[in-house]
């Protein structure tokens, strides 16, 4: 049986504030610093491996923070958690996005089915699916194949499908993988869904609206124009479209679609890329064996994350060293800085994913914390970042911990050599010396040309980016997130946080304001 | 004559310190609220206008800052710098972007040529080769007119000139003045080269060459890679290419270019938007006149920064209300939330502009400063970070405050009716909903429901995004940050902070490593 109880009332928390952090500047300087990188390595999924050598840990802030996993029971917690509890104790909910990947512990039956069974049989209907309009069997009124994908949907339907469409994109045109383009309209702002239908071929293109619950505001107002704009075209919009939803939402057997596939109520929107939500657009794009090597990165993934010792458990061990950057370092922000072109969108998935589960002011019991949770989180690719906001990073007055990621190899494959180097050789070059340049820092008598260093970084290095390692990557961020929350004892599986707005967006729909509202809509010409 | 003096030097900002912020739940609500939305507001140019009601302050605040403008001198700084002081004083520069779209003050020489009649002939030289391209003049080898513009730059010849044409291609093609396509790239990853190139039709490109030294690593080695694809399509590279450089780098008068155009060391690359980093690129894609209508904004935009009453002056009072934000208040970071689609890339603008501006440790003399500069800058566009981070920003331990921008207008005029409204109206009414969201909050028994409200926010109104309100956006931004910089006695035109990664890179490259670097090296395979 586990216990919920927050981080400053544990002993091995106090503990872990008493303990003096790795000194960078020395520990990552000379041989020892060599050693080090070799040392404070675990492996991941998929080839991948977590390397946190340029953390400010030792033996002894690692010590501490073991003990600190023991205390916060954490090991326990996530085997809770896929073993069907009401983790979500909010919105009184399962937690099941694991499950859409794999049978990590008991089978759990909920709404009288087993979970297991119905994320696989969605997989399985959306392969027969995906298949059949590969295949031709499923066309357009006139016969014609579908060409392209388009996803209406928005936050967690769409910021993770899009970051893996973009992450897989051209490793599938290398590898003939590649089925349909995917496009996806998610803003309100007209211009955005009348941009992306300008630039798209709608008589051969297959639409895919996501919306769990039926109703989201925007997801239908995107429904409609797309509607608007197949009929003008004389289509028919029912032969054009299918719905990703729960089966009680007012989309699930609705005329409208060619075709439903199901998510349910224990799968948070932003841990829905790898249930029906990604399922269905990658499977459409990339075909359904691409979707399913994706779900066994992620999956060999969550079985790492189930191992009690943090050291061999690279969720666990990323999730502590950043509590312990939080809230006894005191950083409030951390970058994430692939250094791949695929992985431009990555970042911004994980700002959901990161900022939308910790960004809590209250525990698990709706009573209030008073230390601080989940940090602000921000990216862009490398070497683009480099030109750009690394200047105060390395310079500025406030610490940023980093988070890089790198891969040995490119995905297409196509590469030239200028200066005796390839463009791959650059690319790595410059993530190995980021991390000991912000680690080690370098001296000069002009301080404006200096650099202090001991500011931390951990790079997660895999050999390329694939379905499989980038399955395993994404289940690593979502259990670090998990976890954090874990300690923070807070709820990472509601978002109580986006209501008020959305309620007050309805009253000035409904011209029913006053005071500041009515003066803002006003200006704003509403 | 003005004097550089350190913020926390300054007896006004001690004042400050001194002075209560304002309640937001209080002075947000009733009619006090509706009084203060009508009064916080300054006029900016092209019609925008900048309005601070939901900001944390309040007459004595606003005394306070004004005081703190008067002893900083930074109207009096403006001047200095836009009559051609050598403001720069790291590199020992100019900082003449404000002149390449008008003329604010004194004529200033430098080199030997006035240097407005420079950046004017650089202009009207891009302009007379844009027309010539769109009138066939100018055309490939087999006397076709160019389609494509693809322009090869990072940092500062990326961000920008990528941010203004996603800003103002739909406005263009639904204002016939959309001429060509713009493709950018940027990552020395080779993915990104190689996906640009295999999307585009090279026979009908024109490439963009963009670096001031000439000797950008990323840019020179994604030149080879596309003089590699022309050469492999059977065309010679030198008919293909321009080049935006300065007179003095190899690129200048190089056979290897149809022609090219200037900039030089007074222009830093994060302010060369409206240079001929931007002018060529946007002149292409959009005709000479629209950018010089963006050149227009941004110029009246900057008459208003050079107006000593901080109350009339935008740049002024937003700059100084960030200040008392990070300095006094203890923010840490800001998001900027455009709810316009087509500025989703303006967030990733400001975040080099600001960052790699002001994320300094040292003052403009090489000494250390003591109080925080800088800020962490992200964003993304409205309503998508709705569904995303803003959990964190309503419901967070922490306060981020917020820069909204908002049009009553969308650019393409295309739009639908759901439930009683437009998209327009709904992405309006949800921005006016959520200023009033995090500055009022909403009391609910239940803690996790319950929002606490006194989060700051600021919106720019405009009527519409066009190329002359784009330019006065941009103009706010970078007149902001310059004065912060003044506030804080940092030089914000250097980025020496950049330059460590580059040496050591090079020595990886060269296999010249030991320690950390070289096991970082070995397990990235270079």
């Known amino acids: 049986m586990v216990s919920w109880n927050n981080l400053d009332t544990l002993s091995s928390y106090k503990e872990l504030a008493d303990v003096k952090p790795a000194c960078l500047t020395e520990v990552m300087s000379g041989d020892n610093g060599a050693e080090r990188v070799k040392n404070y390595s675990v492996p991941m999924a998929a080839g991948l491996s977590y390397n946190y050598a340029s953390k400010q840990v030792n033996e002894n802030v690692l010590a501490a923070l073991e003990k600190l996993a023991d205390e916060a029971q954490l090991a326990d917690k996530f085997k809770a958690l896929y073993n069907g509890e009401v983790v979500n104790t909010g919105e009184k909910r399962l937690v099941l996005h694991h499950m859409t990947r794999g049978q990590l512990g008991d089978a759990v039956e909920a709404d009288g089915v087993d979970k297991r069974t119905f994320y696989k049989t969605q997989q399985e209907r959306i392969a027969e ?12 009124a006139a016969g ?21 469409y973009i992450a897989l994109e051209n490793w599938a045109k290398k590898n003939n993988a590649f089925k349909m383009e995917a496009k996806f309209i998610s803003n309100v702002d007209p211009d955005d869904a009348a941009a992306v239908l300008a630039s798209t071929d709608v008589a051969h293109s297959i639409f895919v609206l996501v919306s769990k619950s039926g109703t989201t505001l925007e997801t239908l107002t995107n429904e409609s124009f797309v509607k608007d704009a197949l009929k003008k075209a004389g289509l028919d919009p029912s032969k054009h479209m299918i719905a990703v939803t729960s089966e009680t939402s007012p989309l699930a ?23 029906s939500v990604g399922g269905a657009v990658l499977s459409l794009a990339f075909g359904p064996e691409v ?26 061990l990323d999730a502590l060293i950043g ?33 939308e589960s910790n960004g809590k002011s ?31 990073l390395h310079q500025g007055t406030d610490i940023v911990p980093l988070q890089f990621i790198g891969f040995k190899n490119n995905q297409l494959e196509t590469d030239v050599t200028i200066q005796d180097s390839t463009s791959q050789q650059k690319l790595c070059a410059n993530v190995a010396a980021q991390i000991v340049a912000f680690a080690c820092g370098k001296s000069d008598e002009n301080l404006n040309k200096n650099f202090k260093g001991g500011r931390p970084s951990s790079i997660i290095i895999g050999d390329k980016l694939t379905p499989k390692t980038l399955g395993a990557l994404l289940a690593h961020f979502e259990n670090k997130i998990m976890f954090q929350g874990f300690v923070w004892n807070i709820n990472s599986f509601d978002q109580e946080g986006v209501q008020l707005g959305k309620v007050l967006a309805k009253k000035v729909l409904a011209h029913d304001t006053d005071g500041a509202l009515k003066v803002y809509s006003d200006l704003l010409n509403i």
Do not use: W
């Open 323 to 355: 509590v312990y950057e939080r809230n006894v370092l005191g950083y409030p922000c951390t970058a994430v800085l692939p250094y791949s072109q695929a992985l431009s969108r990555f970042p911004a998935h994980l700002q959901q994913l990161d900022m």
């Open 129 to 140: 699916f995906a298949n059949k309009v590969h295949n031709g069997e499923i066309t357009n």
């Open 291 to 316: 979707f399913a090597e994706f779900l066994d990165g992620a999956a060999e993934e969550d079985k790492l994350s189930a191992n009690p010792d943090m050291r061999k458990n690279p969720e666990m």
């Open 144 to 164: 014609e194949k579908f060409t392209t994908v388009v996803q209406i949907g928005i936050g967690g339907s769409d910021l993770g499908p899009r970051a893996m």
């Open 362 to 392: 209250v525990n698990r019991f709706g009573e209030p914390v008073t230390y601080p949770t989940g940090p602000v989180i921000f990216g862009e690719p490398g070497t683009n970042g480099q030109h750009s906001f690394y200047q105060l």
């Open 253 to 275: 057997k609705s005329d409208d679609y060619l075709d439903a596939f199901f998510m349910d109520d224990y799968i948070g929107g932003r841990f829905s890329s790898t249930s």
